[in-house]
T-cell receptor, first 115, second 114 residues
Framework: SQTIHQWPATLVQPVGSPLSLECTVE??????LYWYRQAAGRGLQLLFY??????ISSEVPQNLSASRPQDRQFILSSKKLLLSDSGFYLCAWSVTGGAGPYGYTFGSGTRLTVV | AQSVAQPEDQVNVAEGNPLTVKCTYS??????LFWYVQYPNRGLQFLLKYITGDNLVKGSYGFEAEFNKSQTSFHLKKPSALVSDSALYFC????????????FGKGNQVVVIP
């Protein structure tokens, strides 16, 4: 069966520090991968999505970046965090080609607080 | 592009009463429709989906949803709400061709009052 792992669960970082959040998927090949941010427990903002290794699209210009060094690994990074980067970050995957009949499967999320 | 509207910010319901969370959508072609639930500080969990077939679909935890093509709606329902149903609920849609990513609604906070 397929599983998605996301870590860390919580993170407190000072302004200006770097960020690295990791997401890995097991039990499937060539998944589509997504990074979302959720502010104040409400709507989902799509940040990045990837259809393959080193194939990443950015939805929102900001000081975050994403990388996909391996087929089932998706990393969200920042060189210098801002206070506005605080939020709940969610990784998700779907089958190759996008949201087929199974939709997306989400990780458990990372609560990032920038202080 | 596909889109989803969840018109209510919060739904309050007494425990034991019926629960309805509204969702309307806009797509090209036949939609794939999904409901997800999110508990505090957790990821979204799949509840149910409509792809084709019967308009009434049943999902996890006693939830069901009715697909209404003429009204472009996919409302989530539960006959008798539990306090444990208090959570954030998201409706999502993808269209039948073209853009194969999900579009999510803004989410509805459901509060079940004991």
């Amino acid at each position: 069966s397929q599983t998605i792992h996301q870590w860390p669960a919580t993170l407190v970082q000072p302004v200006g520090s770097p960020l690295s959040l990791e997401c890995t998927v097991e039990g499937t090949s060539n998944p589509n991968l997504y990074w979302y941010r959720q502010a104040a427990g409400r709507g989902l903002q799509l940040l990045f999505y990837s259809i393959g290794i080193d194939q990443i699209s950015s939805e929102v210009p900001q000081n975050l970046s994403a990388s996909r060094p391996q087929d089932r690994q998706f990393i969200l990074s920042s060189k210098k965090l801002l206070l506005s980067d605080s939020g709940f970050y969610l990784c998700a995957w779907s089958v190759t080609g996008g949201a087929g009949p199974y939709g997306y499967t989400f990780g458990s999320g990372t609560r990032l607080t920038v202080v | 592009a596909q889109s989803v509207a969840q018109p209510e910010d919060q739904v309050n319901v007494a425990e034991g009463n019926p629960l309805t969370v509204k969702c309307t959508y806009s797509v090209s072609g036949n939609p794939y429709l999904f409901w997800y639930v999110q508990y505090p500080n957790r990821g979204l969990q799949f509840l149910l989906k409509y792809i084709t077939g019967d308009n009434l679909v049943k999902g996890s935890y006693g939830f069901e949803a009715e697909f209404n093509k003429s009204q472009t709606s996919f409302h989530l329902k539960k006959p008798s709400a539990l306090v444990s149903d208090s959570a954030l609920y998201f409706c999502a849609v993808r269209d039948g061709y073209g853009n194969n990513r999900l579009a999510f609604g803004k989410g509805n906070q459901v509060v079940v009052i004991p």
